[in-house]
């Protein structure tokens, strides 16, 4: 009998399988006894039995590929990734996938993991990841996921996306800071809810920097 591999969402059966070799033969090579032998085949024919749904096992395969092709692409760590899968095993048992793309459904949910890790990813990032599947598929997929799931996304903070902007840019440490607390102070005036969490930053960064480190086109650019 052999052992799995460790324990994983991004496995199809979790990496809880086991195959069941030889059933007349024990470590040493030896033949085994009849009683032993008919017990190793009763064995084998449940372990068989317990097997994950085939149809289920090659869309969770094909999907954990597909995964794994982003999360690098995008450089994102194993918890985004794990998370991801976690939600697109819950979208195949509900039905979600049947009729549509695996690959959009994939991205659907890795971009809802990036918005519940609070990963600052955004729609152009994928598109650019895996230029097969649109942006605005991407958005469609994510917002059904939300909705049939019952997820609960926390609204994304400006603020995650001022150091990525800024490095992009070449923005000083002091426009950083100073655009931080620009967002904090319109925060406290309720003035970033509702509104795109990349845009505010940009916005924050262009005051902060009074247009002179960087201007609207190149804000808009990066």
Do not use: W
Request: aromatic share 4%; hydrophobic share 45%.
């Amino acid at each position: 009998m052999k052992a799995g591999p460790l324990l994983s969402v991004m496995f199809h059966d979790y990496g809880l399988s086991t195959t069941i070799d030889q059933i007349d033969l024990d470590a040493t090579g030896r033949k085994l006894p009849r009683e032993a032998k008919e017990t190793m085949l009763k064995l084998k024919r449940l372990d068989s039995a317990s097997m994950v749904d085939v149809v289920e096992a090659v869309n969770l395969q094909k999907a954990s590929r597909i995964l794994q092709t982003y999360a690098d692409r995008l450089h994102l760590g194993r918890q985004v990734a794990e998370e991801a899968m976690a939600i697109y095993r819950r979208a195949f048992r509900m039905g979600l996938v049947r009729g549509r793309s695996i690959r959009a459904v994939v991205a659907g949910s890795l971009y809802t993991a990036c918005r519940l890790m609070n990963v600052p990813r955004d729609l152009r990032e994928f598109e650019r990841a895996y230029p097969i599947v649109r942006g605005r598929t991407v958005a469609q997929m994510y917002r059904l996921l939300v909705r049939s799931l019952g997820i609960k996304v926390p609204a994304q903070d400006p603020s995650i996306f001022v150091t990525k902007l800024a490095s992009k840019l070449g923005l000083s440490q002091k426009t950083v800071q100073e655009s931080l607390r620009i967002l904090e102070e319109a925060r406290a005036k309720g003035l970033v809810i509702g509104k795109d969490p990349v845009g505010m930053a940009a916005a924050a960064l262009y005051i902060a920097c009074d247009g002179l480190e960087a201007t609207q086109k190149d804000l808009a650019k990066a």
